[in-house]
């Protein structure tokens, strides 16, 4: 700071002096790490315009394919969708449970990821708005959308060294779908993160419809072929000619952070709460089985019930026979005398109402045989984090005439 000061009461001359006085304001620190992570914050910026101009592209090429580079995090943060891809643990429990068969656990490590309850998007996919949890907030709250919930297989299958891909497409029976793509020796199997169900890129019987894009933790692909259909499709990438990728090969731009944690941490789900629950729900479908036959007697088939809760727990890890022998001839004894009507529901657990909505829309309730039994058996089989598998297995009894 300069300061002057001016005299001008002198009678012989005028003169003037200035000195400098500092001031202490305060002092700022830049660390050395500040600096290269300007530098890295910078990268990021140049990635997200060139994935934005990439998506436009795409889309001229292709209007009515999806294409996805960047969404918001739970901050509210803009970045890379391969930012969510990383391998990530399953929870223990489920890796215990078939320690010599890999494919088994495969399989159940999809059937948990089924069992997270669907949220349905708020926006619409196409107005760029996307926002997507951490696969651990997806368990922690037991709920996601659709692609969280093939991210969150996906990085399971990266856990036990698979390639793995997340795949964005149209399905007949779901609208827009997020799948998992696996390459195998000689094969692609096509994972539905929602039922848990895989299917060989061939199946006729895949719901899958369009193959759009892929991506996984390195980079984003769209597909240009004509036909994108799942069973002509080329699924080979690395071909320019059939994918469009956003990052070049000799790409040399900084790689950024997963936006994943190096482990996820799993809670155990209270059994007493579990075991709570059920008998709610089972008493409640037998007030409301009475309730939708206001004309008919409703009676309870004890001897059914018994071997239809003797079933379901096995439904659930589908190990060996449904029934042990001597639950067989129960059963058989059973058949010798009643004509037995009904199937098991298997849903993942968001709320007792609708436990009750699917079955009654099973409609096995209305039978109207004289001297109709029924019989009703609940289970609950508990996973971490209070994810549950609901099973319900209503039979109708007719005594034959």
């Known amino acids: 700071m300069i300061i002057e000061k001016h005299e001008d009461h002198c009678f012989k001359s005028c003169s003037g002096h200035s000195y400098i006085r500092k001031n202490w304001l305060g002092s700022i620190v830049f660390p050395f790490s500040a600096l290269l992570q300007q530098s890295e914050f910078s990268g990021q910026i140049d990635v997200l315009e060139r994935a934005q101009i990439f998506k436009k592209n795409c889309k001229a090429l292709f209007p009515k394919r999806r294409i996805t580079t960047t969404v918001f995090n739970d901050e509210g943060i ?36 089924s069992l997270i309850p669907i949220m349905p998007d708020a926006l619409d996919e196409n107005d760029g708005f996307d926002i997507w949890m951490t696969s651990e907030r997806c368990i922690s709250l037991a709920i996601g959308n659709k692609e969280e919930h093939a991210i969150l297989l ?25 799948y998992v793509l696996t390459p195998e020796t000689d094969e692609y199997l096509l994972w539905n993160p929602l039922t848990g169900q895989c299917h060989k890129q061939f199946d006729p019987f895949c719901p899958l419809q369009s193959v759009d894009c892929l991506f996984d933790g390195e980079n984003v692909w769209f597909n240009i072929q004509q036909n994108n259909s799942p069973r002509a499709v080329y699924f080979d990438y690395s071909k320019e000619s059939f994918w469009k990728q956003l990052l070049p090969k000799n790409y040399q731009g900084t790689k950024a952070q997963s936006i994943q944690p190096e482990e996820i941490i ?45 079933i379901l727990p096995k439904l659930e890890l589908g190990t060996g026979n449904f029934v042990s022998s001597e639950d067989e001839s129960e059963f058989e004894r059973l058949l010798q005398f009643y004509w037995v009507a009904g199937f098991p529901i298997q849903m993942p657990y968001t709320d007792v109402q609708s436990v009750i909505d699917a079955v009654y829309q099973t409609g096995i309730h209305s039978s109207e045989f004289p001297q109709t039994e029924f019989a009703l058996a609940v289970y609950i089989h508990p996973y971490p984090n209070n994810i549950l598998s609901v099973w319900v297995y209503l039979a109708s009894l007719a005594r034959y005439q």
């Not at 803009?78 to 088994?104: E, G, M, W």
Request: aromatic share 12%; hydrophobic share 40%.
């Open 78 to 113: 803009q970045i890379l969708v391969t930012r969510y891809i990383k391998a990530l643990n399953p929870p223990q429990q489920l890796l215990d449970i078939f320690l010599h068969d890999s494919n088994a656990t495969l399989d159940l490590v999809a059937r948990f990821v």
């Open 154 to 178: 996906c990085n399971f299958f990266l856990y036990f060294g698979k390639k793995a891909l997340v795949l964005l497409g149209t399905s007949m029976l779901e609208g827009h779908v997020a």
């Open 266 to 310: 799993y809670s155990d789900t209270n059994k007493s709460m579990v075991e709570d629950l059920k008998n709610r729900i089972e008493r409640t479908l037998k007030y409301k089985i009475m309730e939708w036959r206001p004309k008919q007697p409703t009676r309870w088939n004890r001897q059914c019930t018994f071997i239809l809760r003797q």
